[in-house]
């Protein structure tokens, strides 16, 4: 069984980076599949950030792409979102979630974690 | 780029049959999945290429696509079933995900 769990810091001042990441257990991460970031505003529906396969590639929402940067760690068997020249209207909970790319959907999801953007 | 429409909210009183809709251009050309997210849960798959049902997911929730506009019905509503539901497609020119706005699911 597939889980997944985010971690990083839940606040990030604004113009810095934010960093989190997705640790996988169940399943390793180079084997297949594709992963995935979404983010979620405070009583805003989902928005989704981008996905990384397996083999490192990388795709991103274009609203999002100057400023985003996926990245595997197989050895951790985690993958990593950064974030950067981050504002106000980053602030949301971040679910990380594997991506079939099959169909273009993602299941199961992680819990989430909080990221408020505040100096 | 691709657009879809739902109802910020639905209402149904338990036990009758809830239908929640996705409108989008052609939408039946494309493969429609749905989330449910229950309050500070995070979503869940409950319906994907249109109508097929994860394991785990009650025979209750089902899902259709034609024309402009894609359903999730669930029948025999229950208390529990009170959520929020996405549902999520391909974006036409880049197959990007791309979420609906989400629809309020308030069980009377």
């Known amino acids: 069984q597939v889980q997944l769990q985010e971690s990083g810091p839940g606040l990030v001042k604004p113009s810095e980076t934010l960093s989190l990441t997705c640790a996988v257990s169940?399943?390793?991460?180079?084997?297949?599949?594709?992963w995935g970031w979404i983010r979620q505003p405070p009583g805003k529906g989902l928005e989704w950030i981008g996905n990384?396969?397996?083999?490192?590639?990388?795709y991103y929402n274009p609203s999002l792409q100057r400023r985003v940067t996926l990245s595997l760690d197989t050895s951790k068997n985690e993958f990593s979102l950064k974030l950067n020249s981050v504002t106000a209207a980053d602030t949301a909970l971040y679910y990380c979630?594997?991506?079939?790319?099959?169909?273009?959907?993602?299941?199961?999801w992680g819990q989430g974690t909080l990221v408020t953007v505040s100096s | 780029s691709y657009e879809l429409t739902q109802p910020p909210s639905v209402s149904v009183a338990p036990g009758k049959t809830a239908r929640i809709t996705c409108g989008g251009n052609?939408?039946?050309?494309?493969?429609v999945h749905w989330y449910q997210q229950k309050p500070g849960q995070a979503p869940v798959l409950v319906i994907y290429?249109?109508?097929d049902r994860p394991s785990g997911i009650p025979e209750r929730f089902s899902g259709s696509n034609s024309g402009n506009t894609a359903t999730l019905t669930i029948s025999r509503v229950e208390a529990g079933d009170e959520a929020d539901y996405y549902c999520?497609?391909?974006?036409?020119?880049?197959?990007?995900?791309?979420f609906g706005g989400g629809t309020k699911l308030t069980v009377l």
């Open positions: 979630a594997r991506h079939i790319l099959t169909g273009n959907w993602f299941d199961p």
């Open positions: 169940g399943y390793s991460i180079s084997s297949g599949y594709s």
């Open positions: 990384i396969y397996h083999s490192g590639r990388t």
């Open positions: 052609d939408i039946e050309d494309k493969s």
């Open positions: 290429y249109d109508s």
């Open positions: 999520q497609v391909s974006d036409s020119s880049s197959d990007h995900p791309l």
